[in-house]
Each structure stands twice: as C-alpha cells, then as structure tokens.
C-alpha cells in the first residue's frame, strides 16, 4: 500500500525557515517525481514545486511564489522528500501535501498533510 | 500563470448530472491534452478522479467523466450521490517554459 507521511510542520515567525520532510512507503521512491502542493485556510490548492527522479536528473521546478525561497530535495535511499522553507511569509500559512507526480498534471497519491502556520 | 477558471459552486438533487467547467488559455487546458480533475472532501486530501482529460484511475466510478473544447475542461458527474458532495479542481499541464502545472479555482458541488 502506497504511503505518504508528512511532518515537520508547525507555528513559525514571518523570516524563519521551516523544513517538512515526506516519508514514503508502499513503493519504488526512487522511480518517481515527488511535488509539494499546499492549500492556504478556505483556499485552493497551489502547487509548489516538484523534484524529477535521478533517471530524469533530478531536477527541481517551483512556483513563482516560493521560487528563490524554497527547495525540494530528495534522500532515495531513506524514501524521503523534504520541503526546506525559507524567508517565510504570512502567506505560506497553508497545509502542506506531498504527492507522488506521475507527470502531465497528475499526482495519484496524497498525504494527510501538515499545517505551517507562519504569524509573530 | 492564472489559475484556471471554475465556477464557485453547482449543485443538483441525487440522480441528476452536474457539469464542471474549467477555463484556460491555449497555453495551458487549449494546448494540451493534460487535464486532470481532483475530488477533496472537507479536512480530506484532493484525490485524483480524471487525468489525460478524460482517463479514470481505477476505482473511480464510471458517472465521473471528462471532457475538453478548446480552452474549456468539464467533469461531468452522472447520476449524483450523496456522497460526491466535495469540492472539485481541476489542473493543467501548462507548457515547459513557465511552471507547468496550474491548478483551477476549485468548485463546490452540493447535493440538495
């Protein structure tokens, strides 16, 4: 069964930085892009930024919005994706959701999500 | 990169058929064949009901179906139950040039 887990969100003040990491399971980590979609209190979602597989660089893409401020990153040895955010906003309070990226607008699985609430 | 263009909400009595419409630009839903549709229940996460415009995952019943015309997506959701009362959005594939993936502004359909 295809798991993800996220963690590591939380309360943090407007200019600090925060990383969630998303703990995988279920299947061959290393064989798929990975995203970061977020979803702000009563809002749409937005998607983030996404990380290719080493077998397509592994390479990063992000949203105008956090791009210069946030960065994915993967660790396929321990099934991880983590979400390192910098220089954070008010704005960037959301719940934040790792999926697995099938590519062409799809992701086919969700995690439960964690919350970042960014306020002084 | 707009978000794409969704009525806020529809709704319909059980039994009936709701379409969802989803408006781009031909440089993202008009310019490819990459729209997908995602199904969020409250304090739930989105799942995927329709990607490639108009392909099901497995598991997800034959009354959703997708469609596209132009700059213009549409779920449409026969025979409407009680439970496919959620929020809908949909999501295109928007090109290589910008960020490609640009989600919609999310519907609410509500079963009276």
């Known amino acids: 069964e295809v798991q993800l887990v996220e963690s590591g969100g939380g309360l943090v003040q407007p200019g600090r930085s925060l990383r969630l990491s998303c703990t995988a399971s279920?299947?061959?980590?290393?064989?798929?892009?990975m995203s970061w979609v977020r979803q702000a209190p009563g809002k749409g979602l937005e998607w983030v930024g996404f990380?290719?597989?080493?077998?397509?660089?592994?390479?990063?893409e992000y949203a105008a919005s956090v791009k210069g401020r946030f960065t994915i990153s993967r660790d396929d040895s321990k099934s991880i994706a983590y979400l390192q955010m910098n220089s954070l906003k008010t704005e960037d309070t959301a719940v934040y959701y790792c999926?697995?990226?099938?590519?062409?607008?799809?992701?086919?699985?969700w995690g439960q999500g964690t919350l970042v609430t960014v306020s002084s | 990169q707009s978000a794409l263009t969704q009525p806020r909400s529809v709704s319909g009595s059980p039994g009936q058929s709701v379409t969802i419409s989803c408006t781009g630009t031909?440089?993202?839903?008009?310019?490819?064949?990459?729209v997908s549709w995602y199904q969020q229940h409250p304090g739930k996460a989105p799942k995927l009901m329709i990607y490639?415009?108009?392909k099901r995952p497995s598991g997800v019943p034959d009354r959703f179906s997708g469609s596209k015309s132009g700059n213009t997506a549409s779920l449409t959701i026969s025979g409407l139950q009680a439970e496919d009362e959620a929020d809908y959005y949909c999501?295109?594939?928007?090109?290589?040039?910008?960020?490609?993936?640009?989600f919609g502004t999310g519907t609410k359909v509500t079963v009276l």
């Open positions: 999926t697995r990226d099938l590519g062409s607008a799809m992701v086919d699985y």
């Open positions: 279920g299947f061959t980590f290393g064989d798929y892009a």
């Open positions: 990380i290719r597989s080493k077998a397509y660089g592994g390479t990063t």
């Open positions: 031909s440089s993202d839903v008009g310019g490819y064949n990459y």
């Open positions: 490639d415009v108009s």
């Open positions: 999501c295109s594939y928007a090109g290589s040039y910008t960020f490609p993936y640009v």
